[in-house]
């Protein structure tokens, strides 16, 4: 399996962690901060879904996608992307080749929003 083409890398991302916090209230409140910015990263877009919302109707889009970026220690599967005004939840993310070059992260649109 070759390693990924660093040329490739010609998109901004960020990636995102979760906090909970008090709100004034005393009600626990999620919010998000950024753990990493300006991140060169490729994507691949791999598949998209549509399903419904409820048995009411409505439907939900679920995309499903790979960012491939430099290696960077720490990167969760409770975080998430965020690229081009949309966020991503990640659900995998792979050392490619476990040689702390790259990470290959897979994500997708769907509704958790990093949970």
């Not at 005393?26 to 409820?54: C, H, P, Q, Y």
């Not at 679920?62 to 970026?69: G, I, K, L, Q, V």
């Amino acid at each position: 399996m070759p390693a990924p083409d660093p040329g490739r890398l010609d998109q901004q991302i960020t990636i995102q962690q979760r906090a909970t916090t008090k709100d004034a209230e005393g009600g626990m409140v999620d919010s998000w901060s950024d753990f990493a910015t300006n991140i060169w990263a490729a994507k691949n877009n791999l598949s998209g879904n549509e399903r419904a919302a409820t048995k009411q109707g409505g439907q939900v889009l679920d995309a499903r996608c790979e960012f491939t970026a430099y290696y960077m220690p720490n990167v969760t599967s409770a975080m998430r992307i965020l690229h081009a005004g949309s966020h991503y939840n990640i659900r995998h993310v792979n050392n490619f080749l476990e040689k702390n070059e790259y990470l290959i992260i897979t994500c997708d649109t769907g509704g958790n929003h990093g949970r």
